[in-house]
């Protein structure tokens, strides 16, 4: 709806306007939404996004190193967890960031929206905004990048990694105990870092968004275009870390174990 109203000139790019100037005359410092402008950078995004790429991809594979050593007396391959693709969310974030010039651009050159009059001399189209693209795509998959890598270790299932003691024994006891507990705080601790770092990356970008508007660099309605696309690619990302980002071997493994377990007891 957004293109449809720029790209026809409809009556929500004209009040898109007149809100625009407002903004660009407002009292926000200049210095402040220079600064916040200026972190829709691709110099600026694309370094951070790459710091979290490499830490996290080196916490996805120490924790695979550990689930590769681990696993109970008798327990082959075949039933061990399913293998962990440690590196397609880093992977998949660098695509991400590398897929908005690549939807931006041809976008612009279609639509070809003026900008605002502080850029009457800049003969770019304007819509979507390519800083708040790249603002909303880096800083977004960080933060979503920085939720998986936080969360601990995990199987291949899902499933946190469990200590393995002898059922029936105190032991057992204690250690289901303590499980419990572990689990619950690191739980809690997910969460709250999940709202943290979800409210982070959304008042950052608002701060770009509001940036580019008051220097004049764009109309509000780019940045908001520019917002939707970064939630498609964001989606994605998720998507194909949820879908790929673990093994189906061990599944796999684990359907024939069953099966085998149900015809030798047939």
Known sequence: MLTWQVAGHGPLRALD???????????????????????GNTAVALPVLVVVMVWTGWLGWQGQRGSRGGGRDGEGPARGPAPV????????????????????????????????????GDA???????????????????GLLLVRGLR????????????????????????????ATATATATATATATTVALTAAVV???????LGLVRRGYHWPLDVLGSWCLAGVLLAVWCAV??????????????????GEAGADGA
């Open 124 to 142: 770019a189209a304007f819509y979507p905004s390519g800083h708040g693209a790249t603002a909303a795509v880096a800083y977004g998959v960080a």
């Open 241 to 258: 870390c949820g879908r790929w980002s673990v093994g189906g071997g061990g599944r796999a493994a684990r359907r024939r174990t069953t």
């Open 85 to 120: 693709r440690w590196w397609l969310p880093p992977l998949a974030a660098g695509l991400a960031l590398a897929a908005v010039p690549a939807l931006v651009v041809p976008l612009k050159l279609w639509i070809a929206r003026p900008g605002p009059p502080q850029m009457a």
């Open 203 to 209: 008042l950052l970008n608002t701060g770009v968004g």
């Open 17 to 39: 306007e007149r809100l625009g100037r407002a903004l660009a005359a407002g009292s926000v410092p200049s210095g402040a939404a220079e600064f916040f402008a200026d972190l």
């Open 152 to 179: 601990g270790t995990r199987t291949g299932d899902g499933t946190t990694a469990r200590p393995y003691a002898p059922a029936g024994t105190a032991t057992a006891t204690a250690t289901a105990t303590a499980t």
